[in-house]
């Protein structure tokens, strides 16, 4: 348990919070982050139990409710009726911004349509820490999120991806990462591209070459979790070429 001393903020009620949160190293939230859920009275999450661990590292006692892909049809009329009531409310993900690849854009569309204001307290973000550790031109980017789970589906996405002029970024399964490269193998056999895994955490990587470099490297090897794919651009790598 770490006890920190929280800086004063201000929490109007009726107001959402959208609160970023570790995606690995626990150490990784901000003083004002832990403030806003030390102040809350409802703390929405994916999975409880995942945000207890970091509540309980940091001494915080907050009331916590689900909000996922699975109930937000039902909890995202929950949370409207909280605000309207004044209540201080913070929504998180697991890992993360809220909202990016998560159930939160359903709420923040109905905050809108509702005339309901919200706001963020910034942090973590894998896909912008995975552009910067792939060495990849950041002049211009583009986040894809996740790949289609089907092969045929997956391979019509990334085909239409390696066309992009900027970086581009790919949320991938630990399960289906050697599949994917498979296909980017076939695709586009000289493109550079950049695996990141584990990041900010103890065994944090970040491999770099050809999807084929990258196939053999990572074949056979016991990975977990979800990793981020970074695509060179389809300009820097034509540039480099001439």
């Known amino acids: 348990m770490t006890t920190v001393n929280l800086p004063e903020i201000e929490f109007p009620a009726g107001l959402c919070h959208f609160v970023a949160t570790p995606i690995g190293n626990l150490g990784d939230i901000s003083l004002r982050a832990l403030a806003v859920l030390a102040a809350a009275d409802v703390v929405y999450c994916e999975d409880t139990r995942h945000t207890r661990r970091l509540l309980n590292r940091y001494d915080l006692k907050c009331y916590l409710m689900s909000y996922h892909d699975h109930n937000k049809l039902k909890a995202v009329p929950q949370i409207v009726e909280r605000l309207r009531a004044g209540e201080k409310v913070v929504v998180v993900s697991d890992a993360g911004m809220p909202c990016i690849s998560g159930p939160g854009f359903t709420l923040a569309r109905r905050l809108l349509e509702e005339d309901l204001p919200w706001t963020v307290i910034p942090g973590p973000s894998s896909t912008l820490s995975a552009l910067v550790l792939s060495g990849f031109s950041p002049d211009r ?102």
């Open 141 to 242: 980017f583009l986040f894809l999120g996740y790949l289609p789970r089907k092969k045929g589906k997956r391979a019509t996405f990334l085909t239409e991806a390696l066309k992009e002029p900027g970086t581009v970024l790919l949320l991938e399964s630990c399960h289906r990462i050697t599949s994917t490269l498979e296909i980017l193998a076939e695709l586009a056999p000289h493109r550079i591209m950049a695996v990141a895994r584990e990041i900010t955490k103890l065994h944090e990587e970040t491999l770099r070459g050809t999807a084929a470099e990258l196939l053999k490297v990572m074949t056979g090897r016991r990975l977990k979790g979800e990793l981020v794919l970074v695509l060179q651009g389809q300009k820097k790598a034509r540039d480099l070429e001439e």
